[in-house]
């Protein structure tokens, strides 16, 4: 049997990085529908899980694809699947499913432009409010941002991690552009390699209750065969797992799955700050748009302009008070996305009209320049 973590130098893309940062996260169960431009995540565990013992399925389309992992899931593995916009709206009923049974898993998202078949080869950001609320009801949601192959083989490890303690599906919202693209990615050794596993319950099987919170807000999680009795519904139901139809339930149950999300958001949240600490201007932007953002600051800095960056690694939850924060010491806020603003729409939410907030993207297909940026970063300073 091979190993599940290839330790070593490697010239990967992002798609491939992904699949090998699953397998040293743990994952022995992915169940997938092929789509452009992700197919490459399943092919790579379709060939590298039975060298390690774990199944890979490919279902009949992907709304049976996220109800699989969801149940590999119950039966305790880790467990993942990867899709692209279409896809990706195929399985937002599922995800939800998962949040209301909080169940770890991980998601992929390798956006492409839309809507519908739109460009199926060429990327975008533009899923991004989809994401945070494309299935129904009210909760809240982790999704992650890779710039890169190298990141996004990290941040696979950490969307399981994040998933196995907190009990909810990941998401990470790559893009077309860091799918494909090839680039160096160094794999540590196994033993260098932090993973968490769901917390398992103690006690006696018979009083056991599924979604009774621990310390951490989060129940712990048996796997079937068990012992445990174990009700699982997607209706509104109490610690049992029972569903119970009043309001009282709804607000009880609604709280504990918001709350763990939010009662954590110093634990979850992460950014990076580039050139802000004098910053009048600052740049705002996520994945393959923050590496044209960050060469658009530099320029911007050889001509007198003091620009910065931050730069969102975790869009959802989203880092409310650092924009607000950063609001209130700069002159104005530029977000760069491959979209018609969607997460531009947040950062003038959080800035509260203190100060400008303008956009510098488009609907999608290729990169935004760090000309473009360039462009915009001197208009913000003759206007």
Same mark, same amino acid.
């Given at each position: 049997?091979?190993?599940a973590?290839?330790?070593?130098e490697?010239?990967l893309?992002?798609?491939? $990085?992904?699949?090998e940062?699953?397998?040293?996260?743990?994952?022995?169960?992915?169940?997938?529908?092929?789509?452009?431009?992700?197919?490459?995540?399943? %092919?790579?565990?379709?060939?590298?899980?039975?060298?390690?013992?774990?199944t890979?399925?490919?279902?009949?389309?992907?709304?049976?694809?996220?109800?699989?992992?969801l149940?590999?899931?119950?039966?305790?593995k880790?467990t993942?699947?990867?899709? *692209?916009?279409?896809?990706?709206?195929?399985?937002?009923?599922?995800?939800?499913?998962g949040?209301?049974?909080?169940?770890?898993?991980?998601?992929?998202?390798?956006?492409?432009?839309?809507p *519908?078949?739109?460009?199926?080869t060429?990327?975008?950001?533009?899923?991004?409010?989809?994401?945070?609320?494309?299935?129904?009801?009210?909760?809240?949601?982790?999704?992650?941002?890779?710039? #890169?192959?190298?990141?996004?083989?990290?941040?696979?490890?950490e969307?399981?991690?994040? =998933?196995e303690?907190?009990?909810?599906?990941?998401?990470?919202?790559s893009?077309? &552009?860091?799918?494909?693209m *090839?680039?160096?990615? =160094?794999?540590?050794?196994?033993?260098?390699?932090?993973?968490?596993s769901?917390?398992?319950?103690?006690?006696?099987?018979?009083?056991?209750?599924?979604f009774?919170?621990g310390?951490?807000?989060?129940?712990?999680? /048996?796997?079937?065969?068990?012992?445990?009795?174990?009700?699982?519904?997607?209706l509104?139901?109490?610690?049992?797992?029972?569903?119970?139809m009043t309001?009282?339930?709804?607000?009880?149950?609604m709280?504990?799955?918001?709350?763990?999300?939010?009662?954590?958001?110093?634990? &979850?949240?992460?950014t990076? #700050?580039y050139?802000?600490?004098?910053?009048?201007?600052?740049?705002?932007?996520?994945?393959?748009? =923050?590496?044209? *953002?960050?060469?658009?600051?530099?320029?911007?800095?050889?001509l007198?302009?003091?620009?910065?960056?931050?730069?969102?690694?975790?869009?959802?939850?989203?880092? %409310?008070?650092?924009?607000?924060?950063? $609001?209130?010491?700069?002159?104005?806020?530029?977000?760069?996305?491959?979209?018609?603003?969607?997460?531009?729409?947040?950062?003038q939410?959080?800035?509260?009209?203190?100060? /400008?907030?303008?956009?510098?993207?488009?609907?999608?297909?290729?990169?935004?320049?760090?000309?473009?940026?360039?462009?915009?970063?001197?208009?913000?300073?003759?206007?």
């Amino acid at each position: 049997m091979k190993q599940a973590v290839l330790t070593g130098e490697h010239f990967l893309t992002g798609d491939v $990085a992904c699949a090998e940062g699953a397998l040293a996260a743990g994952c022995l169960f992915f169940g997938g529908y092929p789509i452009t431009p992700a197919t490459e995540i399943a %092919e790579r565990m379709s060939e590298r899980l039975p060298e390690i013992g774990g199944t890979f399925i490919q279902m009949e389309d992907e709304i049976a694809a996220m109800a699989s992992i969801l149940g590999a899931s119950w039966a305790g593995k880790k467990t993942m699947t990867a899709t *692209s916009g279409p896809g990706f709206s195929l399985m937002m009923e599922n995800i939800g499913l998962g949040i209301v049974t909080e169940t770890p898993c991980v998601v992929v998202n390798v956006q492409r432009a839309g809507p *519908s078949t739109g460009l199926p080869t060429q990327g975008a950001q533009a899923d991004m409010m989809q994401a945070r609320w494309g299935s129904h009801g009210h909760y809240e949601i982790i999704a992650l941002a890779p710039a #890169s192959p190298q990141e996004i083989f990290y941040q696979t490890i950490e969307a399981f991690n994040l =998933s196995e303690k907190y009990r909810i599906p990941v998401l990470i919202m790559s893009d077309e &552009i860091v799918g494909h693209m *090839s680039e160096r990615v =160094s794999i540590p050794a196994e033993k260098d390699i932090v993973t968490v596993s769901r917390t398992a319950p103690k006690g006696r099987k018979d009083r056991f209750k599924p979604f009774q919170p621990g310390p951490n807000g989060v129940a712990p999680m /048996p796997a079937a065969g068990q012992g445990y009795n174990v009700h699982i519904t997607g209706l509104t139901h109490d610690e049992k797992g029972y569903p119970v139809m009043t309001v009282e339930a709804q607000e009880e149950m609604m709280a504990r799955i918001t709350g763990k999300i939010r009662r954590n958001l110093d634990d &979850i949240i992460r950014t990076e #700050s580039y050139r802000l600490e004098d910053a009048e201007i600052a740049v705002i932007s996520y994945g393959v748009s =923050s590496r044209t *953002s960050l060469a658009a600051v530099d320029e911007a800095r050889n001509l007198g302009i003091k620009a910065g960056l931050l730069r969102l690694i975790t869009v959802w939850p989203f880092p %409310e008070e650092q924009i607000r924060q950063l $609001a209130r010491r700069v002159k104005k806020m530029i977000t760069v996305e491959i979209n018609l603003g969607q997460i531009c729409l947040e950062v003038q939410r959080c800035a509260g009209g203190r100060i /400008p907030v303008t956009l510098v993207g488009h609907a999608g297909g290729t990169i935004i320049s760090p000309e473009r940026v360039v462009a915009e970063l001197k208009e913000a300073v003759s206007s």
